[in-house]
T-cell receptor, first 114, second 113 residues
Framework: AQKITQTQPGMFVQEKEAVTLDCTYDTSDPSYGLFWYKQPSSGEMIFLIYQGSYDQQNATEGRYSLNFQKARKSANLVISASQLGDSAMYFCAMRDFGNEKLTFGTGTRLTIIP | DADVTQTPRNRITKTGKRIMLECSQTKGHDRMYWYRQDPGLGLRLIYYSFDVKDINKGEISDGYSVSRQAQAKFSLSLESAIPNQTALYFC????????????FGPGTRLTVL
């Protein structure tokens, strides 16, 4: 069975600093995808970044990058130069290509301090 | 206009009432999903559908049913609502050939008294 673990329930970071949100996963499927979503206080789920298990390079999308360490089964999200608008809940999720379902972690609440 | 819409956005109901949450999408995706979000538990999959004739249970389907009326519409029903079904409900879609992202609707906040 798939499992996603986010061990940081909350984080406080100074504006303009970089922040790393931790995510570890467990699966027996060799083919899978890892996702990060942002959920602001308004409630919508915003897709940030995706990493495939066979991708050779770490995914990047603007200020977001995914630090993918396959042997450690970790997929940490790195946000560079944090902004006040980055304050939100962040969810890590995984999909095994065998069953096509997303499994979510419990989330990390990030607060950016001016 | 939003690609994935959910109605209603907010609903307060009483225990024992039948409730239907509706989801429509204009993305042309074949795959649709219903999730439930509870504080501290993240999102959990209730039901998913890969096409109109394909409906599958997720990890927490008890107390829920779904209907895929068309490729673009996927409804979630609570036949007899109970207070522990109070939650934020999300519909999502994805494409068969581009499954690197699920697109989420804005959510429906349901309160069962």
């Amino acid at each position: 069975a798939q499992k996603i673990t986010q061990t940081q329930p909350g984080m406080f970071v100074q504006e303009k600093e970089a922040v790393t949100l931790d995510c570890t996963y467990d699966t027996s499927d060799p083919s899978y995808g890892l996702f990060w979503y942002k959920q602001p206080s308004s409630g919508e789920m915003i897709f940030l970044i995706y990493q495939g298990s066979y991708d050779q390079q770490n995914a990047t999308e603007g200020r977001y990058s995914l630090n993918f360490q396959k042997a450690r089964k970790s997929a940490n999200l790195v946000i560079s130069a944090s902004q006040l608008g980055d304050s939100a809940m962040y969810f890590c999720a995984m999909r095994d290509f065998g069953n096509e379902k997303l499994t979510f972690g419990t989330g990390t609440r990030l607060t950016i301090i001016p | 206009d939003a690609d994935v819409t959910q109605t209603p956005r907010n609903r307060i109901t009483k225990t024992g009432k039948r409730i239907m949450l509706e989801c429509s999408q204009t993305k042309g995706h074949d795959r649709m999903y219903w999730y439930r979000q509870d504080p501290g538990l993240g999102l959990r999959l209730i039901y998913y559908s890969f096409d109109v004739k394909d409906i599958n249970k997720g990890e927490i389907s008890d107390g829920y049913s779904v209907s895929r009326q068309a490729q673009a519409k996927f409804s979630l029903s609570l036949e007899s609502a109970i207070p522990n079904q109070t939650a934020l409900y999300f519909c999502a879609t994805s494409d068969l050939f581009q499954t690197n992202e699920q697109f989420f609707g804005p959510g429906t906040r349901l309160t069962v008294l």
